[in-house]
């Protein structure tokens, strides 16, 4: 991305935003396009194209848009407000493979504003169930060739749905068009991951078994799921963060150095490393659900949805064998971080007193991220007695810089067409393939307090370094 503000040159593009009124669109994807806007990173000329089954007008929509930004930001007052507002438009009616309503003409219209080589993206911000009429719709009506389709994240919500729909996708698709999103890769404090490692010898040369004892990918969260209990009891933390978030983070990590930072290069090398996963052994994976889940509204009084996740992943390549690599998240613990870990082996020499702990290179993917070194100090004073101690690095003061949320990020990729930070369905299927085990044999739900740090049990799967962000008790 450029640091100048510029647009890169972009083809003009007719951006169709499905599900635009919905909850989605309004938190997150309108406002990352009004902040694209702010920073000078769309097209010269674009069109957004609100697709609803309802009825509005283009005022209503704009209003729609404004009252997006007041509420979730960026303030509508603190950008180019009227320029952007004059290139929304809505159409309405739905859009099935037999009635496209209004979206068909609303695309033509766009197309003769903009010159009929502008670039054509479908963003889907739909529930996944909605995705399989929506690619038939695409196909149908003539919307597909030469598009770039965005697909929110679940593509699927088990082996089977996944390739169901991933033949359905391929049908009316090639893979190159397929922009599979996941908020995750597009946090800069996970790109942070491949400047630490690879533009800094300090990191590239322990990266590896012989350095690092385990690797802990961490994301409490300590927020409730009442708003969205009807979801999230049909998904669980294993479907909605381990298979999807969790083992991309992973893969982020354990992947081997890419031929160049390429989009195309930095993609393969991450995909490639999926294909080492070992499968998930169900003695290896903790499964939770916080004390009161239960009593939410839409939530069955035997549920067994899983709030809580812990697994011990481990990953069969040259690089990473024998190596643990401690994937944790769920609902109402108690702390939000988001934390990538690796806790390195103690070192071998004179110095016999060094703790499990003591040194550890961990980045926060939190924000704009952090970097955090623990190291073994002398304590000042007469003796020689050592003592733990932190350096940290707030990746938001690098000079020059401005970061981005993810989806902002990911958006103006789709925009470029850089897949560097997107799925393929030969990396999706590969992850299905590590959880397999587990859908098959599904653990035992255990009940934690909230507030707490999940399930005693989890506390075996770290071994003798237990979980950096606390332990249970």
């Not at 993206?121 to 719709?137: R, W």
């Not at 999230?232 to 992973?250: I, K």
Request: aromatic residues 8%.
């Amino acid at each position: 991305m450029p640091d100048d503000g510029t647009t890169n040159d972009l083809t003009p593009t007719v951006f169709v935003l499905y599900g635009a009124t919905g909850d989605l669109a309004r938190r997150m994807v309108l406002p990352a396009f009004f902040e694209l806007a702010q920073h000078g990173l769309l097209p010269d000329d674009w069109r957004l194209i609100g697709s609803g089954r309802g009825e509005r007008s283009d005022e209503e929509f704009v209003e729609h848009v404004r009252g997006s930004l007041e509420e979730f930001g960026p303030d509508p007052d603190q950008g180019p407000w009227e320029e952007f507002c004059g290139r929304l438009r809505f159409a309405g009616g739905g859009f099935t493979a037999d009635d496209p309503g209004e979206l068909v003409d609303a695309v033509a219209d766009a197309r003769k504003e903009l010159g009929e080589d502008a670039q054509l993206v479908h963003y889907l911000s739909l529930p996944p169930k909605a995705f399989t009429d929506y690619t038939h719709a695409l196909g149908a009506h003539g919307l597909a060739e030469g598009a770039r389709v965005v697909y929110e994240k679940p593509f699927g919500d088990s082996p089977e749905a996944f390739r169901e729909l991933d033949a359905v996708v391929h049908s009316v698709l090639d893979e190159e068009q397929v922009f599979r999103i996941d908020h995750f890769l597009g946090k800069e404090g996970t790109q942070d991951l491949h400047v630490a490692r690879f533009a800094n010898t300090l990191f590239e040369h322990i990266w590896s078994r012989e350095h690092v004892a385990q690797v802990q990918i961490d994301v409490p969260e300590d927020l409730d799921v009442a708003d969205r209990a009807d979801f999230y009891d049909a998904t669980g933390a294993t479907l909605d963060m381990l298979v999807t978030h969790l083992f991309q983070v992973a893969a982020e990590v354990a992947m081997e150095p890419p031929v160049s930072f390429s989009a195309d290069d930095i993609l393969s090398a991450r995909e490639s490393v999926l294909k080492h996963f070992r499968p998930l052994a169900p003695e290896d994976v903790v499964l939770g659900q916080f004390e009161g889940y239960r009593e939410l509204d839409g939530v069955p009084d035997d549920s067994q949805t899983d709030t809580f996740v812990a697994a011990r992943l481990f990953i069969d390549s040259g690089r990473w064998r024998g190596v643990p690599f401690l994937l944790r998240t769920g609902k109402r613990l108690s702390d939000k971080q988001q934390r990538v870990s690796l806790v390195l082996h103690r070192p071998k020499g004179p110095v016999h007193d060094v703790p499990p702990n003591g040194n550890v290179i961990s980045l926060s993917l939190a924000g704009a991220g952090s970097l955090d070194v623990d190291i073994m100090a002398k304590r000042p004073g007469p003796d020689l007695a050592m003592a733990p101690a932190r350096v940290s690095l707030d990746l938001s003061k690098v000079p020059g810089g401005r970061p981005l949320a993810p989806y902002v990020s990911l958006i103006h990729d789709v925009l470029v067409g850089d897949r560097s930070l997107f799925t393929t369905s030969e990396g999706l299927a590969q992850t299905w393939r590590a959880l397999q085990p587990v859908l098959d044999h599904r653990p035992e739900v255990h009940s934690y307090a909230p507030g707490s740090w999940g399930p005693v049990a989890a506390n075996a799967l770290a071994g003798e370094h237990g979980w950096l962000l606390g332990k249970t008790e």
